[in-house]
């Protein structure tokens, strides 16, 4: 596509997706929200950019990244769901703490956030590969 409407638009959409993902990640553990949803807005920023920029662009910018993320998203989500196992506790068993933070404002870290923080990688990784690799394909002339 080939619009500066188009491409402003997601210059200005894209740190947003960023930044509601953060936000999606951090509640999910306590509300509706979680890695698995961070990870879906994340590339559906990948994908609004790919659109807007173009896959040659897309492919240069995401290509080593992604492969990386999901084998570490698949080491995060496995540690920190099997971890608990090394305390003798059952698997996914998560425990947290909480800290104050001035202005009456809690700081709650969990294993959740680890897990989560595996998951969107995890779907960042796979989903963007997948994008990746469909981009890359050569469009082949239909033979009547």
């Given at each position: 596509?080939?619009?500066?409407?188009?491409?402003?638009?997601?210059?200005?959409?894209y740190p947003a997706a960023i930044v509601f993902s953060l936000h999606l990640l951090m509640?999910?553990?306590?509300?509706p929200g979680g890695g698995f949803v961070a990870g879906l807005v994340l590339t559906m920023a990948v994908v609004l950019e790919t659109?807007?920029?173009?896959?040659?662009?897309?492919?240069?910018?995401?290509?080593?990244m992604l492969r990386p993320a999901l084998v570490l998203g698949l080491a995060i989500a496995l540690g920190s769901?099997?971890?608990?196992?090394?305390?003798?506790?059952?698997?996914?068993?998560?425990s947290s703490v909480?800290?104050?933070?001035?202005?009456?404002?809690?700081?709650?870290?969990?294993?959740?956030?680890?897990?989560?923080?595996?998951?969107?990688?995890?779907?960042?990784?796979?989903?963007?590969?997948?994008?990746?690799v469909m981009i890359g394909l050569k469009r082949t002339r239909a033979v009547p």
């Open positions: 596509m080939n619009s500066l409407i188009f491409r402003e638009v997601t210059r200005a959409v509640r999910g553990h306590d509300e659109l807007a920029f173009g896959a040659e662009a897309a492919r240069r910018r995401y290509r080593l769901g099997l971890a608990p196992m090394f305390w003798g506790h059952p698997p996914l068993t998560f909480s800290y104050r933070l001035p202005g009456d404002h809690v700081l709650k870290l969990s294993g959740t956030l680890a897990f989560d923080v595996g998951v969107v990688l995890v779907i960042i990784g796979s989903m963007g590969t997948a994008l990746v």
